[in-house]
């Protein structure tokens, strides 16, 4: 049976495939900092050289941002689209990550190997493991298993500002496969396989307050002179109340209750709040109080300051009073909470919570829906049977905390549904120091998808 | 008379006195950051060598911290003690600096000449005014006026960590003198000299909120993660009432209200507190409701957020929920207020507030009460006629927003009263980008020193 000899070769395979990842993983592809535009090109390049050396007519596309890499290959039904990302998160704080971020190693952990670099996990191990199994199926078979379509962007750590436009400029070319497949996702648990078919939206809004016009000595001017990082913090602090719900007016709009039937799915999964939590250090759900932890990351909403800036910061103290302070806000959407309206509303209400001689300037950091997967498509469970073949418990359709936003815009641009299938774990620390990916993952997460090609193309 | 030959002395030699203010200027001793250390001990040695080259007793005394210079010279009384310090402030952000900070440069503007350099004015600038009338008095009369003893410390930027140890060592040495001259505080206004004799203290207090043991992906963890961004801000936002009003418990007791005399003195004074916010881009006092803005600035207490750092402040977007989240945070006090009390009530208020999961570190960054000099001693209106012989109108006793913690320490330690002369404007820019100092404040407080040297000693 071929798809066992694909499996074997993928095993047989295991160690020339962590060193290719390994070498991608050198690429310090950032995309949100204009410092690392060059290796946001390297990356796109190496890609496409891998992609060549399988026989795929790949080639890098510029877009005013990084690159996109487009590749076709193959033919027969059904036609699938794969998309990836080949950009990193920044590697701040630096001094907490106990290796180069950017020299990966494989690492023996209490539960087993990992490779430790920053974008193991996200993206760059998980879209490998889709290349991984086509580079096998292609030894084993000489041949494609399907038409093949690959996208793969660099600007998904950085709101995507490039994708839209350009999915938009080639409908024609990409609009052809039937569905799409995104390797991005994490497995329910160590040994439980998920296709996520819930996914939160995401708004992105930068603040920043401006008072005095130059930075004061708070001796010489504290009292009359407005200190616009107390005013920051006064409008952050109203941005939730005492029961952890979200004031900014209108923002449940669109926030639905969940339906019993999935409520009922969710509670059978044995998800386990304290484990969760306690793997971070910490013991209390704070979200909105009288929500379970599993709404709170799935089905709830939040608005969250990802970063504050205002001031001295560095060693010692500086008794000044800033000209002005910023904040870095985000807002996880869900159901069909409109983006651009709760974008309105925030702004508004900003604006009146302003004193006198306050300005304030808005940076638009992008936004995307909430997508909510059909999985009527006979292809959702072929692919759940395929992934419980390879994994010790049987796969789940779950929901997902984190955005996607790309499946979002894949079902409106190009008319495509996307299958949500990924081999991360909640302890990989991805966006944080010492990101890695358990190399379990890798292996089992290539085999996985030579199971689903075979499931799909049977 | 030989006080004109002095004043002519200082006239003459005002370029080579620039010269030597730009040397000076050009070391970077920024006390608050160990990258300067070196720069610091320059300075200090720069300042031996000059008063030694006056006939100046004077050596580098270590510290834990940077050294003192100390000096002495001359016979008779009084027995003076100049107090001022080498250290200057952090030059960040530097992009909005016109130049380099530590190249001086001589530039005219629509208010005449001034030198500008990060210290100009605060307090390389001021100090030499009085080394500079030391020269020329040397120079003309080839003796010193009375016996006078130099102490210049390195660390007042910073907090002054080794002042107090080291006035507490050398009590026998420095408690000998009849007062002490410290020039570091401004003139009223541009024709109006001022003694100052009612200073704010400061109590510097750094905390720090963690929550998770590492910072977290937003997606993944927003929700059921606390947020120690949310935390702090909220913490920070209940420090003032609607009105104002700080809620520390306790805080405003010691602070007294203001005696009608004094407070008439004030209003004769003519502030005029819409030119003074329109300086810098403000129009309402935004402090106490119900205070005028002088009370503010003089004789009423603050808190104020110097400096906030949380999550991800670089370009760019990051969904991250970070670990942890600071803040510096200063308090001006006036009367008794107790600065230890002050602390211990606001750290128990802090604590108070903490969610579960969320522990808070605090660092102590120093504190100094207030300081209210008695004006009975005859030196100080002597001092007040001399200054308004050299200036366009008389001089007056006012209040400082600012604090100088040093005058309360000589009090206490050495039992020495203070008198504050300086020449620094409300447009100096100290401890912001530009700094500067005028030519006319450094070249008329020289003259200033010679006279009040030449009423003390009369």
Redesign the interface.
């Known amino acids: 049976m071929t798809l066992d000899a694909v499996l074997n070769k993928i095993d047989s395979d295991l160690d020339p495939s962590l060193e290719r990842l390994s070498d991608f993983l050198r690429i310090p592809s950032i ?4 410092a690392f535009k060059a290796d946001c090109q390297r990356a796109a390049d190496w890609l496409v050289a891998d992609l060549t050396s399988l026989g795929v007519e790949a080639e890098v596309r510029p877009t005013p941002g990084h690159p996109m890499v487009i590749g076709h290959v193959g033919d027969g039904a059904p036609h699938l689209m794969f998309y990836g990302h080949y950009d990193v ?2 590697v ?2 630096l001094d ?1 990550w106990d290796r180069d971020p950017f020299d990966p190693a494989i690492e023996e952990t209490a539960l087993g190997k990992v490779i430790r670099a920053r974008g193991a996990c996200d993206d760059k191990g998980q879209l490998m493991t889709f290349i991984e199994a086509c580079r096998a199926w292609k030894a084993v078979h000489g041949s494609w298993p399907c038409r093949i379509t690959f996208i793969f962007e660099g600007e998904e ?3 995507s500002p490039s994708l839209v436009p350009f999915l938009k400029e080639h409908t024609d070319e990409l609009s052809q496969p039937d569905m799409a497949l995104i390797c991005d996702t994490g497995l329910f648990d160590r040994d439980t396989p998920a296709i996520t078919t819930m996914l ?1 939206g ?1 708004l ?1 809004e ?1 603040i920043t307050i401006t ?17 616009p ?2 005013v ?3 409008i ?3 941005l ?1 109340d005492d029961t952890g719900r979200i004031t900014v007016p209108g923002f449940y709009d669109g926030v639905d209750e969940l339906p019993e039937a999935v409520r009922a799915q969710w509670d059978r999964l044995g998800f386990n ?1 304290d484990a ?2 306690g793997d ?8 909105e109080a009288d929500r379970t ?1 599993l ?3 799935w089905s ?1 909403p ?1 608005c ?19 000209a002005k ?4 806000i ?1 807002f ?1 959407l869900v159901g069909t909470q409109d983006p651009q309206a709760i974008r309105d509303s925030f702004r508004a209400m900003v604006r009146d919570m302003l ?3 306050c300005s304030v300037t808005f940076k638009d ?2 936004c995307s829906p909430a997508s909510v997967m059909s999985t009527d498509d006979p292809k959702f469970e072929a692919a759940r049977l395929a992934l419980s073949d390879e994994w010790p418990r049987e796969a789940a359709f779950i929901g ?4 996607i936003p790309i499946a979002g815009y894949f079902k409106e641009i190009l008319g495509l549904p996307s299958m949500l299938i990924g081999f991360g774990l ?1 302890d990989d ?5 010492n990101e890695k990916y358990d190399v379990r993952s890798f292996h089992k997460g290539a085999r996985s998808w030579a199971r689903v090609l075979d499931a799909l193309t049977r």
Chains 1, 2 share one sequence.
């Open positions: 995309s949100t900092d204009p998160q920044p701040d704080p907490l750590e950085s709101g939160r995401l992105g930068e008072g005095p016009n130059k930075d004061l000595h708070s001796g010489l001017f504290g009292g009359p002179a407005i200190n990082i107390r920051l913090t006064r952050i602090a109203a939730h709040p969760f939590l971070v250090g910490l013991s209390r759900p704070a979200g932890a709404e709170m990351l709830r939040t969250e300051v990802n970063g504050i800036d205002g001031g001295y910061t560095g060693d010692g103290f500086k008794t000044v009073l800033p302070a910023s904040a870095k985000s996880r004193p006198p001689d950091h992008g997902g905390g984190g955005s909640d620390q991805i966006h944080s120091p």
